[in-house]
């Protein structure tokens, strides 16, 4: 079966790759918000703090080729906060 709907590259952006440390052809768009921003400490990626605001310009979890898996993984952490 295929899983393309998993990768998303957008090499027309003009910040393509926002983020360093992935190659090129491995840069996944699809979440280029990522949604587990949401989830502070827990969100599972290379953070920091700068003047007490969470900076993720290190961060690339939701880039690589397998971010898709990763990120699905760790919704139901942001479901239940909506609750």
């Avoid at 998993?6 to 949604?35: A, D, I, M, S, T």
């Avoid at 699905?72 to 609750?83: E, T, V, Y």
Wanted: aromatic share 16%.
């Amino acid at each position: 079966m295929s899983e393309h709907y998993k990768f998303n590259p957008n090499p027309k952006c003009e910040y393509f790759p926002c983020h360093k440390g992935v190659p090129e052809e491995e840069f996944n768009c699809l979440f280029c918000y990522c949604p587990l921003y949401l989830l502070g400490e827990e969100c599972g990626g290379n953070f920091s703090y700068a003047s007490g605001i969470k900076d993720c310009s290190g961060c690339t979890k939701p880039h690589d080729k397998d971010s898709y898996d990763f990120i699905m993984s760790k919704m139901h952490l942001i479901f239940r906060r909506q609750d």
